[in-house]
C-alpha cells in the first residue's frame, strides 16, 4: 500500500528540527527499541521551545514511484 510521503515541521519557525515526546521499551527477543505510544508535546530545536507541528504533503517523485510496486 502506498502512503503519502509528508513533512513535518514547527508551526513558528518552519523547521523541520522537531521532536516528540515518547516511550519505546527494550525487545531483548528483537534487540532494538520498540515504541509504544507518541506523546502530542512536541518541541522545536531551532526555536528551542515547545511548539504545534504542521503536516505538509510533499509531491510524489518519479524515485518514490519507482519504490511501489
Keep these: 500500500m ?3 510521503p509528508i513533512q513535518i515541521t514547527c508551526g513558528s ?7 516528540r ?5 527494550w525487545s531483548t527477543a ?3 527499541w520498540e515504541l509504544l505510544t507518541v506523546f502530542d508535546c ?5 526555536c528551542d521551545g515547545a ?3 504542521v503536516e505538509s504533503i510533499l509531491p510524489i ?9
Design 61 to 69: 517523485t518519479r524515485k518514490a514511484e519507482a519504490g511501489h510496486d
Design 21 to 25: 515526546d515518547a516511550w519505546a521499551n
Design 51 to 53: 511548539t504545534t507541528l
Design 30 to 32: 528483537e534487540q532494538r
Design 13 to 19: 519557525c518552519g523547521s523541520t528540527d522537531v521532536a
Design 42 to 46: 512536541a518541541r522545536c530545536h531551532a
Design 2 to 4: 502506498a502512503t503519502t
